[in-house]
């Protein structure tokens, strides 16, 4: 890239989760619900006396992209490492569970789920935990209608049990600097040794589970730049070719294959996945 | 070779030692009967000789996971045609996910998602799905296999726990000492490890005291498999086949105020 078209450049990553939101939807269209102003914040934090946050660290933004009628859900990084505790949970299931009604009531309803999270958050342990199953079964209920499309973009990546969610959306949207992966490399090496995984190897971090080797290994499905422009572009574009024929999700018989080429004596690297994925996830 | 687990133990019990379904190590898979009529039963144990190492004990990896899937999706295949659909029965034991580098490397979020979203679907089309747990129902591994489920039913027993995260790892990452994490759980009902205030949650539809979880008598059978069938019947054949009998809990409060303001607001 050249410097001019560097600086012309509108980064997402830089924006944070409302303003990422805004940016999806066409101009003017955004409207926030169960917004800061209704003051639902985490009971279980306060009862913590932890710090709590007006919108518990998730944007519901109802509005229109492309002229269709599209809810962006969007984590915040910033708040709680985008943790999922029981507000922003439910907002984000309940959110889902609506625009899955309306499509049954005839209304092509679509969602975005921008996933900036390290998974449950622990200090609400299992409402994160449950709250996390009814978002996966709104996204598999919505999914059937119209795409529910995942974008990670940096720089919390994707984690834990929102990870699960991810796999399940119809159409996957990485940038180089996103992270998509079930267990952090901190609590591998915590729990399996460093010799399992070295959380301190970056390089080893963005090879394996980096937005580049997700999508070359077709664990995601398009890899934009850190340009808002080119985010919404690939949305309007998987969003006018409809849900896929086969979700990802459903593809049990390749990958059981591909994985009974996996040389599980010696540990992988990037190379090795793209090779096996390569030939069995055409 | 013959695995002791409480998933091992029950799967055994509830389908008379039938054989499994499939020559799969780690996941088993086995017809059974529910009030009259054919069940699927699946669960996961231990595997000793699993050829990735961080999978041996119970937790779902990558194989699991898709195996799963693929289980869950063979029965609904099955019961396309059928007028009335199967249910299958989730047998919970599962220690974790399976935390490794190549877990990671080849996308185990992407294998559990294939086994949490194959449960949904089974959901959605209609087969009545029951989580029974009868160990671990930790964190991802529970997203797997049974918290998709219509109705969850749990045994009260020391053995049995559910959980985000493992109490020592969960220490860790909070920063605080497993003393003081056990003290705060006292306090604070989400965060505890005991099977009661889990069922405070609303999350479970019944909780069942058998005089065992590791070795059931012939009595804990009966009130388990007499249990499973009253969750049958009350999966209404017509019922919405969401979860949202599960929102009613006395610590649920916030969940249930979020979805009364977005359905207000929805529309406005």
């Known amino acids: ?282 | 070779m013959s695995i002791r687990s409480n998933g091992a133990t029950w799967l055994g019990e509830l389908t008379g030692g039938a054989p499994a379904l499939h020559a799969w190590s780690a996941v088993r898979v086995a017809n059974g009967e529910l009030a009259g009529a054919p069940a699927r039963f699946i669960a996961v144990v231990q595997d000793p000789g699993n050829q990735f190492p961080r999978a041996r004990n119970g937790e779902v990896g990558l194989v699991e996971g898709w195996q799963l899937a693929q289980a869950v999706h063979e029965t609904m295949h099955e019961d396309r045609d059928a007028r009335t659909r199967r249910p299958i029965v989730a047998v919970i034991d599962v220690t974790s996910q399976a935390y490794g580098r190549r877990e990671e490397a080849f996308g185990i979020h992407q294998a559990l998602a294939g086994a949490a979203g194959a449960y949904a679907e089974a959901r959605l089309a209609g087969h009545p799905v029951i989580g029974l747990i009868v160990g671990l129902a930790m964190s991802g591994a529970f997203l797997a296999h049974g918290y998709q489920a219509n109705r969850l039913i749990a045994l009260a027993d020391p053995g049995v726990m559910v959980h985000a995260m493992g109490k020592a790892s969960a220490a860790r990452i909070t920063l605080r000492s497993v003393e003081a994490l056990e003290a705060l759980a006292q306090s604070v009902p989400p965060m505890a490890y005991d099977i009661h205030s889990y069922a405070s949650l609303g999350l479970l539809w019944k909780v069942l005291a058998p005089s065992s979880a590791a070795e059931p008598t012939r009595d804990d059978v009966a009130l388990v498999r007499a249990t499973l069938e009253e969750a049958l019947a009350d999966i209404a054949p017509n019922e919405a086949r969401d979860l949202s009998s599960r929102f009613g809990g006395e610590h649920r409060a916030a969940s249930r105020r979020v979805r009364e303001l977005l359905r207000e607001q929805w529309n406005a």
């Open chain 1, 1 to 282: 890239m050249n410097i001019e078209a560097l600086l012309r450049r509108d980064s997402f990553i830089e924006r944070n989760a409302r303003g990422r939101a805004r940016a999806l939807l066409d101009a003017g269209s955004m409207r926030e619900l169960v917004g800061p102003f209704d003051r639902v914040t985490s009971p279980w934090l306060a009862q913590q006396k932890l710090v709590t946050q007006a919108d518990d660290g998730v944007v519901v933004a109802k509005g229109t992209l492309d002229g269709m009628a599209t809810v962006v859900l969007a984590i915040e990084g910033a708040f709680q490492g985008g943790s999922m505790g029981e507000v922003g949970g439910a907002k984000i299931a309940g959110a889902l569970e609506l625009a899955a009604r309306d499509n049954r009531a005839g209304k092509p309803t679509q969602a975005v789920i921008l996933f900036e999270t390290g998974g449950v958050r622990l200090q609400e342990a299992n409402l994160g935990l449950a709250a996390i199953a009814e978002i996966q079964a709104a996204i598999v209920d919505l999914r059937r209608y119209r795409p529910v499309i995942g974008v990670s973009a940096g720089t919390v990546g994707c984690y834990g049990g929102m990870s699960i969610a991810a796999g399940l959306c119809s159409y996957l949207v990485l940038t180089r600097e996103a992270r998509l992966g079930l267990n952090g490399p901190q609590v591998i090496e915590q729990e399996a040794g460093l010799a399992e995984f070295d959380s301190r190897n970056r390089a080893l971090i963005w090879a394996l589970t980096g937005g580049e080797q997700r999508v070359a290994t077709r664990l995601a499905d398009v890899l934009v730049d850190d340009d808002t422009a080119q985010v919404r572009a690939a949305l309007t574009d998987l969003f006018r070719a409809g849900p896929p024929a086969m979700h990802r999700s459903d593809r049990y018989a390749d990958f059981l294959a591909s994985l009974a080429h996996v040389d599980t004596a010696r540990q992988p690297e990037a190379a090795d996945v793209r090779t096996v994925y390569e030939k069995g996830l055409t």
